[in-house]
């Protein structure tokens, strides 16, 4: 590439390994950077870093959070301890909060099942998820009742889906999962929020 100019093609080399960036768009984007005023790089530069520092997972929803133990969903006392809803990345809360249907708790798997890319039940939260669901059940008060899956409506959906089902079932748990609205093969991400909200409203039993 641009070896004259090492700076350069090191923060291109540095784009392209985002996902979905190829080697013109990281080009492009390090043009952008170039000609835009230093304090754009320079307040860009710590965003990333600052954003590196503080944010981690909440140690019982793994959602982001920038606080110490909980995360500000699960550290609500306003909702709705028996709910749990189920989705498979932290901007999926995002989406679901913004359709202001729902108010219980949250529980982010961080990827979905797939057996062709190698991803399996132990490389997502679900031991956490087993691990919570049956401390909750020890009281009348704590236990979760209700558990819906905001998955999205393709092939590793489902079988992330079939795979809780059996274990929610066996603790007689509730099972619902957002359909109605949502396109098969259907990616959440693109679900406008009246869409999401309504699919909530009228989730399935599994
Ligand atoms: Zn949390």
Redesign the pocket.
Same mark, same amino acid.
């Given at each position: 590439m641009l070896d004259y100019v090492p700076s350069f093609t090191q923060l291109v080399s540095e784009l392209n390994k985002l996902p979905g960036i190829g080697p013109k768009t990281a080009q492009r984007l390090a043009y952008y950077i170039l000609n835009s005023p230093e304090q754009y790089s320079q307040g860009l530069s710590k965003a990333m870093h600052e954003m590196h520092l503080k944010v981690r997972k +909440?140690e019982? +929803? !793994?959602?982001l959070?920038e606080n110490d133990n909980? +995360?500000h !969903? +699960?550290e609500d006392t306003k909702r709705n301890d028996s709910l749990l809803c189920i989705v498979e990345q932290p901007s999926d809360i995002s989406r679901l909060e913004f359709s202001g249907a729902f108010r219980g708790r949250?529980h982010v798997l961080h990827g979905v099942i797939s057996p062709l890319d190698g991803v399996g039940p132990e490389d997502l939260t679900t031991q956490a998820l087993i691990h919570r669901i049956d401390l909750s059940l020890k009281t009348e008060e704590t236990a979760i009742k209700e558990v819906i899956l905001a998955l999205d409506a393709d092939l590793e959906g489902d079988t992330t889906v079939l795979y809780l089902a059996k274990i929610l079932k066996e603790r007689g748990i509730k099972i619902s999962r957002i359909a109605h609205g949502i396109p098969i093969g259907g990616d959440i991400d693109y679900v406008d929020h009246r869409t999401l909200g309504r699919a909530l409203e009228n989730r399935v039993d599994v």
């Open positions: +909440c019982q +929803c !793994f959602a959070t909980l +995360c !969903f +699960c949250y």
